[in-house]
């Protein structure tokens, strides 16, 4: 099991006490009835981490931690033991991590659209190994939780963490609709690369309403095809190798879904095209990456012939007299 009670202590001198026992609950609730095999395997690397003192923390572009180690091979070693890392890059006492998604470049895009990010308790929905969430600290965000079902991303935020110990930034093992319903706590909730991953992607916009206090912030990232109001794609097999993607909106029709589920001031802030400079194989992500998912011959188009993907982030409100109805503690 993983000890989350700094993370418990710290939501109780905040907006966020009401979570704290259901949230309790919930971890005593995994950690009884928890099967999965991979978890303590990935938890004996993290165990074997080598002692360091951090004497410089830099949450910029590359998140970085510095000062002295005692054994810089062990941590490249127990680092390594942690691949694919998907999302960074990290820097851990001059162990540079390249991870395969250039993270800072879609931070940079987002970044400049979000309402201050000060003294806010964020929820980072599917936060991967949470360096998004280390640059909303560095916004001035109070609290960030992150949630993700991979245990490979909990494991790896667990590692980054050790050296920069902060007690007000966890990812938690949960997928948003395992939680507390309507909690309405979040000054901002952030739904980044997982919208597409949902078979109903109302009821995930919906969950995220539930989560974001009113007058909240909403933060959507997602792949879109190019296109007009009322068109999305709904991929037939896969879509550049995944097998989980449903629903492609046009920017504009997840703007009317976002619309049709209560949010208002509803704005979208950015598309982009999806490049190797950002996505590319590493030696720490050894393997596959955007190049192999595209038509070689046309990089408009994935392998299997569907529109390449381009990502688009929007930003809405969740309105200030909307309170949903309340959740129940027992
Ligand atoms: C494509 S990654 C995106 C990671 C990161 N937010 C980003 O934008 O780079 C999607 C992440 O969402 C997580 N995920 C999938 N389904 C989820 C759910 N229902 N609730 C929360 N996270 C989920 C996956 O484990 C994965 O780490």
Known sequence: MIDYSSFLNHLSDTALEPWQAPLETQLEDLWRTLKDGNLPRLLSYVDALPEANTTKVSLSDIVTATGDISDTEALRTQLKNLIPWRKGPFDLFDVAIDSEWQC???????????????????????????????????AGAR?????????????????????????????????????????????????????????????????????????????????????????????????????????LPTADTLASWLDKMGFVEIKIVDQTITTPEEQRPSDWKP?????????????????????????????ATKPENQRLKRYHLD
Do not use: C
């Not at 979000?114 to 640059?135: A, E």
């Not at 939680?179 to 997982?194: C, I, K, R």
């Open 143 to 247: 609290t960030v939780a992150g949630i993700d079902p991979s245990w490979l991303s909990v494991v790896q935020h667990l590692a980054v963490n050790k050296y920069i110990a902060d007690p007000s930034h966890t990812v938690l093992p949960f997928t948003l609709e395992s939680l507390t319903p309507n909690l309405e706590l979040f000054d901002t909730v952030f739904s980044m690369g997982v919208l597409y991953h949902r078979r109903s992607p109302l009821d995930h916009i919906n969950e995220l309403k539930g989560a974001i206090r009113p007058g909240g912030e909403l933060v959507l990232e997602t792949i879109v095809i190019p296109g007009g109001p009322n068109e999305s794609l709904v991929p037939i097999g896969r879509y550049a190798r995944m097998n989980n993607v449903w629903f």
């Open 287 to 315: 393997g596959q990456s955007l190049e192999n998912y595209l038509d070689p011959n046309n990089h408009q188009l994935t392998i299997e012939g569907h529109p390449a993907p381009i990502r688009a982030t929007l930003v």
């Open 104 to 138: 800072n470049m879609k931070w940079q895009r987002v970044a400049p659209h979000v309402s201050d990010l000060n003294g806010r308790h964020i929820l980072d929905v599917g936060s991967g190994n949470g360096y998004y969430g280390w640059r909303m600290k560095a």
